[in-house]
């Protein structure tokens, strides 16, 4: 069994972070209507409010045997009242999938962030709901509500839980 860790990016991490977003993106092109800049990348905006001290502003890396594995961006911004964080985006590249890593890191960050989650996918992308069905049944006991929300902010199915109501994992 490989060995999973986690940490938070940091500033100088900016770079990395900006690639595995690119890959990222790339991995949703056929769901997400997105085109190549004049540089040839996606571009995302908005990095570095992952990188700076707020807390509920958080990008968490994790690596597999101490390779970056994926990435996980926790933001405060969400779509229905009375949450408290919102997986912006998560990714696990595709040589660590279906090992449990993705699983694992969820896990991970909902522990780090105790309180009511909202974790969305685009209606298109049905293998990431499978995941996520999963995943937070897994974590919650099945304790989730989901939604399908179609509005200005977000396009798509939620599930909303409290990470609150877990016991905290033991280390």
């Known amino acids: 069994m490989p060995e999973i860790t986690f940490r938070v990016a940091l500033w100088q991490d900016k770079p990395v972070l900006r690639r595995m977003l690119e890959l990222y993106q790339?991995?949703?092109?056929?769901?997400?209507p997105q085109d190549l800049d004049e540089h040839g990348e996606y571009g995302h905006v908005g990095?570095?409010?992952?990188?700076?001290r707020n807390p509920?502003?958080?990008?968490?890396?994790?690596?597999?045997?101490g390779r970056y594995a994926g990435f996980g961006l926790v933001d405060p911004d969400v779509s229905l009242?009375?949450?408290?964080?919102?997986?912006?985006?998560?990714?696990?590249?595709?040589k660590y999938r279906r090992l449990g890593v993705g699983r694992?890191?969820?896990?991970f960050i909902f522990d780090q962030h105790r309180g009511k989650w909202e974790v969305g996918q685009m209606p298109l992308n049905e293998a990431a709901?499978?995941?996520w069905l999963r995943t937070i049944g897994e974590y919650t006991g099945g304790d989730f509500v989901e939604h399908e929300l179609h509005d200005e902010r977000w396009d798509?199915?939620?599930?909303c839980f409290d990470s609150s109501l877990r016991p905290a994992a033991r280390p």
Not at 26 to 32: E, I, T
Not at 47 to 52: A, H, N, P, T
Not at 104 to 107: L, M
Not at 156 to 159: A, E, H, P, V
């Open 156 to 159: 798509g199915f939620l599930q």
């Open 104 to 107: 694992k890191a969820a896990h």
């Open 81 to 94: 009242p009375g949450n408290e964080f919102w997986m912006g985006q998560f990714f696990v590249l595709k």
């Open 26 to 32: 790339h991995d949703l092109s056929d769901v997400w």
């Open 129 to 131: 709901r499978r995941f």
């Open 47 to 52: 990095v570095e409010r992952y990188l700076g």
């Open 56 to 65: 509920r502003l958080r990008a968490w890396f994790f690596l597999v045997d």
